[in-house]
């Protein structure tokens, strides 16, 4: 049995010597923002005890036609972002695919997934990332409701995005048994070795509904944090639209 005393011990204890964070991010034409996220990424530092995690970064590119990902491929791209690997698909098979392709090319003990667009601020990956280091969390999700009340929408979100959101989280909620506030955030971090036994075969954006219930039905808890959030919207390259949110359901 765990005491209270023990449980106090393991929140203040390193999880592990080894821990490093690798961050997906899987991409599709984002040639405006790729960079800036990459150098927000670069930019974060993430402090446990006294000792920084490394942190490298996952780019798959999803078969893009805007050019967007080549820099990274030249002489510029592995100078400025040596901690960077790029893989690419021959052809567009969706964000799911472009996930589960970048889980076979993780070195780190802790997986952050990251869409390319800026609306996740990677200034959050410290608070994401600090139950699984404290030992008391495997799976973490940043969540945009938390903090905003039953009826709050996170700056940018289109109010039929947040209708789809919450009809998924509260779907989650229901089938599960366990609170879930945002099901379909970005914003999901993992202990990485509990990644391959999930056996995920998502191709699109059902990559959340499918993880998310893997996980429930095996009876981890989800940790939620709140994070930071500005959406977009399609004039700005939003791409998941109304049918993703029924195919996900």
Not at 93 to 117: E, F
């Amino acid at each position: 049995m765990t005491t209270t005393d023990d449980a106090a011990d393991r929140a203040t204890t390193p999880r592990r010597p080894d821990a490093r964070v690798t961050v997906i991010v899987p991409v599709y034409n984002e040639r405006n923002t790729l960079r800036d996220l990459l150098d927000r990424v670069r930019a974060q530092r993430i402090l446990w005890h006294g000792t920084s995690i490394p942190i490298d970064v996952v780019v798959v590119d999803d078969c893009s036609n805007d050019g967007g990902v080549d820099f990274l491929d030249g002489p510029e791209g592995h100078a400025l972002y040596p901690e960077v690997s790029l893989v690419r698909h021959a052809r567009n098979r969706g964000k799911g695919a472009a996930i589960r392709t970048g889980l076979g090319h993780v070195s780190g003990t802790i997986v952050i997934v990251q869409d390319a667009d800026l609306e996740y601020d990677p200034c959050d990956y410290a608070a994401l990332v600090a139950p699984i280091l404290a030992n008391t969390a495997r799976v973490v999700y940043g969540s945009r409701f938390l903090g905003l009340g039953p009826l709050g929408r996170p700056s940018g979100m289109h109010p039929t995005n947040w209708v789809a959101n919450k009809i998924l989280s509260w779907t989650a909620s229901l089938l599960f048994l366990r609170r879930v506030t945002d099901e379909a955030t970005c914003y999901k971090v993992f202990d990485a070795s509990l990644l391959p036994s999930l056996a995920l075969r998502s191709e699109r954006f059902e990559f959340c509904p499918e993880v998310t219930s893997k996980v429930l039905r095996r009876g981890i808890p989800i940790v939620e944090v709140p994070i930071a959030y500005q959406g977009r919207g399609g004039n700005e390259g939003k791409k998941i639209r109304w049918p993703d949110a029924f195919q996900a359901w």
